[in-house]
Every structure is written in C-alpha cells, then in structure tokens.
C-alpha cells in the first residue's frame, strides 16, 4: 500500500477513533520519551519522588488541593540541575493519559496566551480546573466555555465592560463619582473607631474590602439598591461559601454530581446549598434592573433573554468581587511593609479628588505599586489550557515549542513574575522576591519593550479578563481611599499566600491602623 495512504488512515485515526492517540502514544510514555519538540525542551517530572522532600505530588487530591502553590512548587522542585529551557518548562507524562505542560517562562506564556481563542486550531481553556464553577455558574459563561459558545458570549457579554464604553466622559464620571462615596461612606466608619479610640486600632481589612468590592458592583455598577447591611451580613458570607464549595468540588465531585442531588446530611451540605440560594437572590436583584435601565444596564445592548445572559453575570459577581478584593488586599498587605511607598502613594492622593482616568494617569507611582502588586502576587496565579490539535508555538525570541494534540497546560504565573531569571537584579536592577514598585519606573528609563513588562495579571491574549478596566478604577480607588485617611502597618512580619480561586494574604491583611493628621 503506498505510503501517502497510510499516513491518510493514521491522521484520520488520531483525529476521529475514540482512544486512538491514548494508545498511540502508550509505547513513548512507557520508554519515557519526550513528547514534546523543539527549541523549548521541557524536561519530566515524575509523578512520585519520596525521597526527593519536595512538598506535595504534581496533581491535586483531596489532601492537599487547599494548597494550589505547593502543588505548582512541586513541578519545580530540584529543577535547579536541568540546564536551558528545562528549567523553566516541565511536564508530567503519565501511561494512558494525556501529558501536563507547566511552565514559567513568560515567552511561552505569551506565546500560547495570543493562540488562545474561537478560531479552529488554536488552544481552548482547559476546563477541568473550572469543572466547579461550571456547575455552580453555569456552563455557557465566558470563564468555562470554548469555541463558538465562547465567542458568542464574548461578543454578546463584554462590550459594556471595554474601556471605550466604561470610560467615556459622562459615563466614567457617574461610576467614579458612586463609586468614590461608597467608598469614602465605608471608610468614614472605620474612622469613626479610630477617633472613639483615641489612637489606634488592630483590624482585618480584608473582609471590609470584600464588603465595598460587592457593594460597588451591585449598586453602583448594576444599579440596584441592596442595603449595605445585607450585602456585609448575607451576601458577602453566601459567596465566600460558594467559592469554598467551588474548590472542593472541583477535586472532589469526580462524577460532577450537582448540588441539588446532594442530600443534606452534613452541615457542609446544608451551608453549602443555603450559600447557593442566596448566589442565586443576588443574581436576581441584579438581573432585575434590567429593564429599569440602571447602571451598565443602559450600556447593554442587546436582545438576549435573561437566561442567557445569567452564567456571566453570576461569573461576573464571584470572580470580580474574588479578584478585586484579592488585587486590593495585596496591595494595602505589601504597603503596610513598605512605609516608604505608602508615604509615596500619600503624596500622591492627598490632594486627588476626581479618579479619573486622566488623574489616575499623573498618579505614578500609584500605578507602579498596583503594577508591582499584580506581578508579585497574581489574582489569577496560573492559566489553564488545552491544545486543541498538533501546535507549533513561536516566542518573541525566536524559540519554538510543538505541543501534541490534547496536552494539559497550566501557565504558572506566579512563579513566572517571582524567578530571578524574568524580574531579577539582571533584569530590572531589584531582587524578583522583594515587593519594588519602583522597579516600573527604571524599566520605563530603560526603554524597555512593552513585552518585557507583561505580569499577566488580568491573563493575556483573546482571553484576557473582560473586568481588567473596571477592576483597575475599583483598586485605585479603595487604595487611594485608605491611604488618604489612614497610616497602617502590618501585624505579622510576614505576607504568606493563600490560594483557592484566586489568591489572598493568608493574615486577611491585619493591621495597626491610625489617622493622618
């Protein structure tokens, strides 16, 4: 038989016969052959190391998925003796199963971040780290799906989120101007302690962000008039027990059974469906004004039923308020270490009234610090995705990485923005580990290539967070807010890190707060 035929029946065969490339590729993975090609050679991890001490296996399990850092500390655990791009990029090759790919070099993160999107051929999101949130938000948002679904939400969801909508003058200027007194009202209470105290006071900061964050975006940003008091008591409370129950279920709930088939024999349970009825209340009253026209909602044009639009807008209120609060938290935690920056971003907000962008442009060396903040501690510390068919990527430097049809990438940015190699001394002149805003402001004397500077806080590419404008006027705002009324310094000398959707300061930001003068 001539040889182009047969190559025919196995190309069709990798592409339609169930199972096929499983066993295909059986014979490699037993040998341990590399299944990945070119410059960007990833070197193995395996899948057990017991004498290796490193922290936990490459794979979340119910033991140790609280604990997603540990997880992608593993993958570079010893990594030190491989040499080249080795270092940087690993990957996990079980029998039978698909490979993993991590890595940690922005170039490559770059590279498939622009590949990822609705066009036949490039990489999806790989949805099994979001299986959770599918099954709590629904299966047709933004966050889990792929394809044309993907870009039909996209072009049907995001348009009133884009700078030119958010920021046109009259409109930016009736956000800012709620915004700003929500904020100023919730801080004034604060101040209010401070001053029945006399001098200073200890509090946990975090929970009061998360409190502003929901409250920005159901009243201010959709419209609605939910009490203060219900949104700090109930609503807040539901969605931190959503996002909870999201996590464990994704490892957990292997067969995907929904919460509702659940019988309520724990308390777990029962907390857990209560938590997501009241998800579902809060996604009503913000559904609900609509037809009122309030808020975004006048920016929204389009005839969707409401049923369509639901899975984002609840997306939208979990994983805004989880990564707005997340930005915010970190960003007071590294300036209540950091007396000298906190006096800095004072001299710059003191006399700062209007948050506009164009305001918000003069503010330097506040845009240093939230720059400084996102590369350090990343809301979203990996990106997951899937390559859809047998890929060649290219990095800007001219290095090239094939990737097989099926393979599991996880993007790590938090250690990408935290390696020597990428944010260094060499690089920007200042240790990657150390919280520098400055670092911003010798890379922009240095002239350097906007790709040099990518943190990837808000991803990159097609599939790039929709929420990164309002996102940013929120942060400036809250940070500018309380850096304005307050001095404040740390508890714990230490900033650990805990993960879940996003990530936090494990010490919920606790601080000695006083007044400025």
């Given at each position: 038989?001539?040889d182009?035929?047969?190559?025919?029946?196995?190309a069709?065969?990798?592409?339609?016969?169930?199972?096929y490339?499983?066993?295909?590729r059986?014979p490699?993975?037993?040998?341990?052959?590399?299944?990945f090609?070119?410059?960007?050679?990833?070197?193995?991890?395996p899948?057990f190391?017991?004498?290796?001490g490193?922290?936990?296996t490459?794979?979340?399990?119910?033991?140790?998925y609280r604990?997603p850092?540990?997880?992608?500390?593993?993958?570079?655990?010893g990594?030190?003796s491989e040499e080249?791009s080795?270092q940087?990029n690993?990957?996990?090759?079980?029998?039978?199963?698909?490979?993993?790919?991590?890595?940690?070099?922005p170039?490559?993160?770059?590279?498939?971040?622009?590949?990822?999107?609705?066009?036949?051929g490039?990489?999806d999101?790989?949805?099994?780290p979001?299986?959770g949130?599918?099954?709590?938000?629904g299966?047709?948002s933004?966050l889990?799906?792929?394809?044309p679904?993907?870009k039909?939400?996209?072009?049907?969801?995001?348009p009133?989120f884009?700078?030119?909508?958010?920021?046109?003058?009259e409109?930016f200027?009736e956000?800012?101007e709620?915004?700003?007194?929500?904020?100023?009202?919730?801080?004034?209470?604060?101040?209010e302690?401070?001053?029945?105290?006399?001098?200073?006071i200890?509090?946990?900061?975090?929970?009061?962000?998360?409190?502003?964050?929901l409250?920005?975006?159901?009243?201010n940003?959709?419209?609605?008039e939910?009490?203060?008091?219900?949104?700090r008591?109930?609503?807040?409370?539901?969605l931190?027990?959503?996002?909870?129950f999201?996590?464990?279920?994704?490892?957990?709930?292997?067969?995907?059974?929904?919460l509702?088939?659940?019988p309520?024999l724990?308390?777990?349970?029962?907390?857990s469906?209560?938590?997501?009825?009241?998800f579902e209340?809060l996604?009503d009253?913000?559904?609900?004004?609509r037809?009122a026209?309030?808020?975004l909602?006048k920016?929204f044009?389009?005839?969707?039923?409401?049923?369509?639009i639901?899975?984002?807008i609840?997306?939208f209120?979990?994983?805004?308020?989880?990564a707005?609060?997340?930005y915010?938290?970190?960003?007071?935690?590294?300036l209540a270490r950091?007396?000298?920056?906190?006096?800095?971003v004072?001299q710059?907000?003191k006399d700062?009234?209007?948050?506009?962008p164009?305001?918000?442009?003069?503010a330097?060396?506040?845009?240093?610090?939230?720059d400084?903040?996102?590369r350090?501690?990343?809301?979203?510390?990996?990106?997951p995705?899937k390559?859809?068919?047998?890929?060649?990527?290219?990095t800007?430097s001219g290095s090239?990485?094939?990737?097989p049809?099926?393979t599991?990438?996880?993007?790590?940015?938090?250690?990408a923005?935290?390696?020597?190699?990428?944010?260094g001394?060499?690089?920007?002149g200042?240790?990657?580990?150390?919280?520098?805003?400055?670092r911003?402001?010798?890379?922009?004397?240095k002239?350097?290539?906007a790709?040099?500077?990518l943190?990837?806080?808000?991803g990159?590419g097609?599939?790039?967070?929709?929420?990164k404008?309002?996102g940013?006027m929120?942060?400036?705002?809250?940070?500018?807010?309380?850096?304005?009324?307050?001095?404040?310094?740390?508890v714990?000398?230490?900033?650990?890190?805990?993960?879940?959707v996003?990530?936090?300061?494990?010490?919920?930001?606790e601080i000695?707060l006083?007044l400025?003068?």
């Amino acid at each position: 038989m001539p040889d182009s035929w047969l190559g025919s029946c196995s190309a069709f065969a990798k592409d339609h016969v169930p199972g096929y490339r499983s066993i295909a590729r059986l014979p490699r993975q037993l040998l341990g052959r590399n299944p990945f090609r070119g410059d960007v050679k990833p070197t193995r991890v395996p899948l057990f190391s017991f004498s290796s001490g490193r922290p936990t296996t490459p794979f979340p399990h119910p033991w140790n998925y609280r604990e997603p850092i540990r997880i992608l500390d593993t993958y570079f655990w010893g990594v030190e003796s491989e040499e080249g791009s080795g270092q940087h990029n690993r990957y996990l090759d079980v029998p039978g199963l698909a490979p993993v790919l991590i890595t940690r070099d922005p170039g490559v993160i770059r590279a498939i971040s622009k590949e990822t999107g609705g066009r036949e051929g490039q990489f999806d999101r790989d949805t099994r780290p979001s299986k959770g949130i599918a099954r709590a938000t629904g299966k047709d948002s933004l966050l889990y799906a792929n394809g044309p679904t993907w870009k039909r939400q996209k072009k049907l969801s995001t348009p009133p989120f884009g700078r030119s909508s958010l920021f046109q003058p009259e409109q930016f200027h009736e956000f800012e101007e709620t915004f700003r007194h929500t904020v100023r009202k919730r801080l004034e209470v604060i101040r209010e302690r401070l001053e029945r105290s006399g001098s200073s006071i200890r509090v946990e900061v975090e929970p009061e962000i998360k409190a502003v964050m929901l409250e920005m975006l159901v009243n201010n940003f959709f419209g609605a008039e939910v009490e203060y008091e219900l949104i700090r008591d109930r609503y807040v409370p539901a969605l931190d027990g959503v996002i909870e129950f999201i996590v464990r279920d994704t490892v957990v709930n292997l067969l995907g059974v929904p919460l509702k088939w659940l019988p309520g024999l724990s308390k777990r349970i029962v907390a857990s469906k209560a938590a997501h009825q009241a998800f579902e209340e809060l996604t009503d009253l913000v559904i609900a004004q609509r037809q009122a026209g309030t808020g975004l909602w006048k920016q929204f044009k389009s005839d969707a039923p409401d049923a369509l639009i639901r899975s984002n807008i609840k997306v939208f209120l979990a994983g805004a308020l989880e990564a707005t609060t997340s930005y915010a938290s970190w960003a007071l935690s590294h300036l209540a270490r950091n007396e000298a920056s906190q006096e800095k971003v004072y001299q710059e907000v003191k006399d700062l009234e209007d948050y506009s962008p164009e305001n918000l442009e003069t503010a330097t060396y506040l845009g240093h610090v939230l720059d400084e903040t996102l590369r350090l501690t990343p809301s979203l510390y990996f990106l997951p995705r899937k390559a859809t068919t047998d890929t060649w990527i290219e990095t800007t430097s001219g290095s090239t990485l094939w990737i097989p049809k099926g393979t599991h990438i996880l993007l790590d940015v938090w250690h990408a923005n935290r390696h020597e190699d990428h944010w260094g001394v060499n690089v920007t002149g200042h240790p990657a580990i150390e919280f520098v805003p400055e670092r911003w402001e010798d890379l922009s004397q240095k002239e350097c290539n906007a790709r040099d500077l990518l943190h990837f806080g808000f991803g990159h590419g097609p599939r790039f967070c929709p929420g990164k404008n309002l996102g940013q006027m929120e942060v400036a705002l809250v940070v500018g807010a309380f850096v304005k009324l307050f001095r404040f310094r740390a508890v714990n000398p230490e900033n650990h890190a805990r993960a879940g959707v996003s990530t936090k300061p494990a010490d919920g930001v606790e601080i000695d707060l006083e007044l400025r003068k």
